[in-house]
Nanobody
């Protein structure tokens, strides 16, 4: 099995910064695409950013220019640097990792970390 553990969430004022981390452990050869998703109260989970094994990144329009995703393949860890935070960024942030098993991509999720941005 694979475990994803997020850290780095918390309470921050608007305009502030936070850095989320997600460490993967368990039985796998390598991690494929990794990413961050978020779910605000009363809303559906949405994509924040993803990063491929080779380092290609993809961002939601709402966070472009403010958030940066990165990964350390040696540590099986993905990061999300969040700058210029807004109250609208308040959500539970979930880490996602895709692992190739038997030629198919299998998604794994962390339990989430809460980010609260006060105005």
């Amino acid at each position: 099995q694979v475990q994803l553990v997020e850290s780095g969430g918390g309470l921050v004022q608007a305009g502030g910064s936070l850095r989320l981390s997600c460490a993967a452990s368990g039985s796998f050869f390598s991690l494929n695409t990794m990413g961050w998703y978020r779910q605000a109260p009363g809303k559906q989970r949405e994509l924040v950013a993803t990063i491929s094994l080779s380092g290609s990144t993809n961002y939601a329009d709402s966070v472009k220019g403010r958030f940066t995703i990165s990964r350390d393949n040696a540590r099986n860890t993905v990061y999300l640097q969040m700058n210029s935070l807004k109250p609208g960024d308040t959500a539970v942030y979930y880490c996602n990792a895709q692992i190739i098993r038997g030629g198919l991509g299998v998604d794994y999720w962390g339990k989430g970390t809460l980010v609260t941005v006060s105005s």
